[in-house]
């Protein structure tokens, strides 16, 4: 009787053993999960603090410097919506192309950090295709309304026909309400971007944002063909 009592108190000790040690196992994981995603989490939130820091004030558009593909905040367009193709490496899309052009993250020219934003416009069309990264201000409290606002690139450009800065201002129905188009330099108002380019600075300036205004839109591209690379894009108001 006493050798069956001493059994069934080594199975339970052995049993609350057993327990214990799943307990403190799915602890420590879940304290290894915490501490990854916390310290993700801040890392993700610190990069969205720095990028939104400029020497001009702060900039409304995140991920200037094109250094996280996984951000998902530039978009890229064209005129052709079907036949775009994702280009994949290491399971996640850098890039796209589209007919026979190519959008991507660019890792081998950059003017700062790890990469620029890259167009390699070879499709000829009858009328004038805008290939362009672009990214969407939509929250109605960073519209700066009544205030003049600026949109400054460093661009870099090989055999390229017409490279565009352009600042598009929606109202409620989608329409575009104020559209500036090509850069703006110290030299002239309007200057095109074109043909072979080392890294310059361009930049155009939107005076007066429409009261109306819901959506700002920032686009960075090229109409025509040839080679162009974009690094560091800020969007600010200014005087």
Known sequence: ???????????????????????????????????????????????????????????????????????????????????????????????????????????????????????????????????NWYQKINDTKLIPFGKNIKLSCWIKTKDASDVILMIQCWDNENLAIENMIKSQTSKSYYESINGTNNWQQYSIKLVDVPSNTKVITARLGIIGTGEVWFDDAELYTTN
């Open 1 to 131: 009787m006493s050798e069956k009592r001493l059994s069934n108190n080594v199975a339970k000790k052995s049993n609350n053993t057993t327990i214990l040690i799943v307990v403190v196992t799915i602890a420590i994981i879940a304290g290894l999960i915490f501490v990854y995603t916390t310290r993700n989490a801040i890392e993700i939130s610190d990069n969205n603090f720095e990028y939104k820091q400029t020497i001009n004030g702060d900039n409304m558009l995140f991920d200037p410097g094109f250094e996280n593909i996984y951000s998902g905040h530039w978009d890229i367009a064209g005129y052709v919506t079907k036949n775009i193709i994702p280009i994949v490496s290491n399971n996640a899309i850098y890039g796209f192309k589209i007919e026979n052009s190519t959008l991507k993250y660019h890792n081998e020219i950059k003017y700062d950090g790890n990469m620029s934003a890259y167009i390699n416009a070879v499709d000829v069309y009858d009328f004038d295709v805008l290939h």
